[in-house]
């Protein structure tokens, strides 16, 4: 039986929770498609400061936001999304996905995680978004195919000690993936 959660904004004290699911999902679902130095080198500790000045700047500027999935008085999965960073995609996509983690797949968080972030991208003004994700990384890709994310560019890391190639999903509209929350 699945287990029920809720999405909410994040506040500055879930900086934390955010950090250790950010970490635990890097340590799980990547060590075998990034260089085991990378994720070794995120620490909680680091991510937790960073966290904290994402969801500072994003309050003051209102320009973006992160949400959390609350699932047994705990933070189970987290999104963050703003103003699209990338030149490439800007003219397209003008919302970005920046991070969506979840700690258990498979559960419907990242689901609500993505429609709640959809949402508060068309109340910025965004009518599409993209997202940047491993290439390798297929279940993320089967999930934002799944959602109607649609490939809309690449980029290959020739570096040969980095090798961290990835692929954009970009949604046309949002007020479909908005629509499923």
């Known amino acids: 039986m699945t287990e029920t959660f809720f999405i909410r904004p ?3 004290q879930d900086a934390l929770p955010i950090a250790e699911v950010q970490v635990a999902v890097w340590r799980s679902a990547y060590r075998d498609l990034l260089p085991d130095a990378l ?5 909680v500790p680091d991510r937790e400061k960073g966290w904290a000045k994402i969801i500072d700047s994003y309050e003051a500027s209102g320009r973006g936001a992160v949400f959390v999935a609350v699932q047994n008085d705990t933070v189970a999965g987290f999104l963050s999304c703003g103003d699209q960073r990338n030149a490439d995609l800007v003219n397209d996509f003008a919302g970005e996905f920046s991070a ?3 700690a258990s797949p498979r559960q419907g968080l990242g689901s609500a995680l ?7 991208l068309r ?3 965004h009518e599409a978004a993209a997202l940047w994700v491993l290439t390798e990384n297929m279940p993320a890709r089967a999930f934002y195919e799944a959602l109607g994310g649609k490939q809309v560019a690449e980029r290959i890391d020739s570096r ?3 090798g961290i190639d990835e692929v954009a999903y970009g949604w046309d509209t949002l007020s479909v993936l908005a629509a499923r929350a």
Request: cysteine-free; overall charge positive; hydrophobic content about 50%.
């Open 10 to 12: 994040a506040t500055r």
């Open 39 to 43: 994720i070794d080198r995120m620490t």
């Open 100 to 102: 969506i983690y979840v």
């Open 114 to 120: 993505m429609a709640r972030g959809a949402q508060a």
């Open 123 to 125: 109340a910025m003004g």
């Open 160 to 162: 040969p000690e980095a």
